[in-house]
């Protein structure tokens, strides 16, 4: 299994970014999918999940402003994260079933 993260970057608080998770080597649409993160100097930590049947979960932390959705025929996983503060600064990963790891994309919020 491979999991191929990407479309973090420089954003200015308040702004938008939609990180993308493309799976190979696995029946994709079989799995939870989620999104995790790591803060400079801290633990990762859970962002969101979304079910085989689509329902998602966010952390407290950024409901109503993440979003989590897959495309099963792209074997994508996305995270849609809009009005960043700079406390969303992290390496963000995503995450196959319990055991599959991306290698992460920074995302960077300036205020």
């Known amino acids: 299994v491979q999991l191929q993260a990407s479309g973090g970057g420089l954003v200015q608080a308040g702004g938008s970014l939609r990180l993308s998770c493309v799976a190979s080597?696995?029946?994709?649409?079989?799995?939870?999918m989620g999104w995790f993160r790591q803060a400079p100097g801290k633990g990762r930590e859970w962002v969101a999940t979304i079910s085989p049947g689509d329902s998602t979960n966010e952390a407290d932390s950024v409901k109503g402003r993440f979003t989590v959705s897959r495309d099963n025929a792209k074997n994508t996983l996305y995270l849609h994260m809009n009005s960043l503060k700079p406390e969303d600064t992290a390496v963000y990963y995503c995450?196959?079933?319990?055991?599959?790891w991306g290698q992460g994309t920074l995302v960077t919020v300036s205020s």
């Open positions: 080597g696995r029946t994709f649409n079989r799995h939870a």
């Open positions: 995450r196959l079933g319990t055991s599959y």
